[in-house]
């Protein structure tokens, strides 16, 4: 098991919504915490990115501002979170779930330092609401929550692949898969893997991320034990 205390595990809104790529799939809900939850009874403190693409994103919307658009798409991140926070709560686990947009009748604002208390307590801590801000992305916000929280590392579950490729696989049968890579090689390649704010945030701050498939959610607990799974990204190996 590769030595890793605090993780940011970020969640897509497309991976809670399993193969109708909107709401909720309970089973593929349950699936994914069942797994969170082997990683928090191995005594990793487990920190939550949750995206909201299963419901708005903000840049799709149209007869609407993008300010306005992305506050939707915002808040779609918090109904996420709730999802998560319940189904982790029924499996028996300590959770708390911060938003970085006060609403605080369902949820605690996001405060750094009560957001590392909970992790060294055992809670497993759901960030929603990303930043905050308009115009940003949950990629984004778990690269600056990672960064905050001093995480050893950012787990980034994908849909629909296994790794960073150097072309799209689903459309070329000769594309490479990295097992290895640097943020400045895909800022440089212009793989789209995260948005670059969010990857050069990590490049210019050290932070390390290991991309794998979360169709599959034993993999967040596999990549720790398999090297060859999934792509590990750093600023330099
Ligand atoms: N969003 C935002 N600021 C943030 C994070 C998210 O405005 O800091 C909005 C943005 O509109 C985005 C939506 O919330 O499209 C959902 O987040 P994201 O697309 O990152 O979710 P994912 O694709 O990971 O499901």
């Known amino acids: 098991m590769q ?3 605090r993780i940011v595990l970020k969640l897509s809104g497309e991976a809670l919504s399993g193969k109708a790529g909107f709401g909720f799939d309970d089973e593929v809900i ?3 915490c069942t797994n969170i939850k082997t990683l928090s009874l191995r005594g990793i403190e487990v920190a939550i990115v949750v995206g909201g693409g299963n419901f708005w994103r903000g840049r799709s919307g149209t007869n609407i501002d993008r300010a306005s658009s992305d506050n939707i798409g915002m808040l779609g991140t918090v109904m996420n979170g709730l999802r998560i926070q319940g189904t982790l709560e029924e499996m028996g686990l300590d959770t708390r779930l911060m938003t970085a947009i006060s609403m605080t009748e369902v949820a605690e604002p996001y405060i750094r330092r009560r957001a590392i ?3 060294e307590k055992g809670r497993i801590v759901i960030f929603s609401a990303g930043t905050g801000l308009p115009y940003f992305s949950t990629d984004t916000t778990a690269s600056l929550r990672a960064l905050e929280i001093g995480a050893d590392v950012i787990l980034l579950g994908k849909t629909g692949t296994d790794g960073i490729y150097d072309k799209d696989p ?3 049968d000769d594309a490479v898969k990295f097992d290895k890579l640097t943020y400045k090689e895909i800022l440089q390649r212009q793989l789209k893997i995260m948005d670059t704010t969010a990857t050069s945030l990590c490049m210019d701050n050290d932070m390390p991320l290991i991309v794998f498939n979360i169709d599959d959610p034993s993999n967040m607990v596999k990549v720790f ?9 750093k600023e330099s190996f």
């Not at 034990?225 to 990204?233: C, F, I, K, P, S």
């Open 3 to 5: 030595d890793f205390k």
């Open 170 to 172: 689903n459309v070329y």
């Open 117 to 119: 208390r909970h992790l």
């Open 225 to 233: 034990e398999d090297q060859d799974l999934g792509t590990r990204v």
């Open 30 to 32: 349950d699936n994914i």
